[in-house]
């Protein structure tokens, strides 16, 4: 029998988690949906075109980024009330975390108009579960501020949360980053960092935080990082 849930509806949106680097990761349901959908709404078309290719898939394509996302979201939104079905994806990962979606989503609760998720990868998520750091509840607080300030007082704030903290960095912050973590947590604070995850080079730096900065300083600074922060007094 036929997987009805391969098939996309009218007038329903589909969140579609790609791939956050081994293309292997594409789930059948989400290949399926995006070669089948009237439209794909990426956050860039040129990265998402890319990945379509690779696919063999060919479908209309429009642009939802942070720069167009008010006006955009609810433009989708009519053409999913008029019964067009959209898949909307990020660069890469689940869609609307610390990526634009969310007001998308928000649009079509707003209309009533049926959303969809098609999980799939997740950097937090896969940051978290290879990590060693608890698991049983965690915060995740996005990308930190850039200003060190601003880090410094997360830190403060979050130095007695009872839970893994995850958080999104820069490849250009991740340092200056964990510096600020240092100074604020002290040195024996167990740290994870996570770079290039699912890619050829993928990195996990588990330890106490100034062992952690230590060999970060030695090593590439290239790609995506997950920087994640054990509760106070755990030991690995």
Do not use: Q
Request: aromatic letters at 6%; hydrophobic letters at 45%.
């Amino acid at each position: 029998m036929e997987n009805a849930s391969l098939t996309p509806l009218a007038g329903h949106l589909y969140v579609v988690a790609t791939p956050v680097g081994n293309m292997a990761d594409l789930t059948e349901r989400a290949r399926a949906i995006l070669g089948a959908v009237d439209w794909v709404v990426a956050e860039d078309t040129r990265t998402t075109g890319a990945l379509l290719a690779r696919l063999g898939i060919s479908r209309r394509m429009a642009a939802y980024h942070e720069h167009n996302e008010v006006e955009a979201a609810e433009r989708f939104a009519g053409m999913l009330a008029d019964g067009k079905s959209l898949a909307l994806v990020s660069d890469a990962g689940t869609p609307g975390i610390s990526d634009p979606g969310f007001r998308l989503v928000r649009a079509c609760r707003r209309r009533g108009i049926p959303v969809v998720p098609v999980p799939g990868p997740s950097a937090l998520v896969a940051a978290l579960s290879a990590s060693g750091l608890p698991t049983n509840g965690f915060l995740f607080a996005g990308f930190l501020a850039p200003r060190s300030a601003a880090r410094l007082a997360f830190f403060e704030k979050h130095r007695e949360f009872g839970y893994t903290i995850v958080l999104y960095e820069s490849c250009h912050r991740i340092g200056k980053a964990v510096d600020d973590l240092v100074a604020t947590l002290g040195p024996a604070r167990v740290i994870c960092i996570a770079r290039e995850i699912t890619k050829l080079h993928e990195t996990f730096l588990v330890g106490p935080a100034g062992d952690v900065r230590a060999r970060l300083a030695a090593s590439s600074h290239r790609g995506e990082f997950v920087l994640l922060v054990a509760p106070d007094g755990f030991e690995l």
